[in-house]
């Protein structure tokens, strides 16, 4: 279930609650476009923890970042936590008037993948990684692309 409550654009499923915040503004060279940063709290409380991250444009930052980016704090792992912030973000890309929307993650990166497929992607392809990209970014040498139909 996805609601918004409050002027300040909270999106919650009565376990979670994403809270928005302004976060670092992307290169214009990486075609992120527009962006939702949010906070990712247990519901009713402000601890952070995690963030999720939607990112709306199209071209090479989207091709090894994704549409969405996602991390859970160790503490919280293992409660689906990245699984449900993913669907309360889904909402935005058919606002967005998007069809799919491209995650990414590391190939051992066994959690993340689970989520992936908890939410219903299709995995696509493992990417090799510009050089360039790993240097600045410190991203891994390879990325596996997941495609979630909107």
Known sequence: MWMTFGRRGVLTDG???LRPFQGYPPLKSMRFG???????TLHG????I???SVRLGEGTGIYYFGHIGYHIDPPWRGHHYAA???RLVHDLFVQAGKESAVITTDPDNEASRRTCEAIGCIEERTVKVPVSLQKEWELSSEKVRYIWKI
């Open 15 to 17: 376990v979670i609650d």
């Open 34 to 40: 527009e962006m939702h940063d949010y906070r990712i």
């Open 45 to 48: 409380r402000h601890r952070e």
């Open 50 to 52: 995690g963030q999720i």
């Open 84 to 86: 449900r912030a993913c």
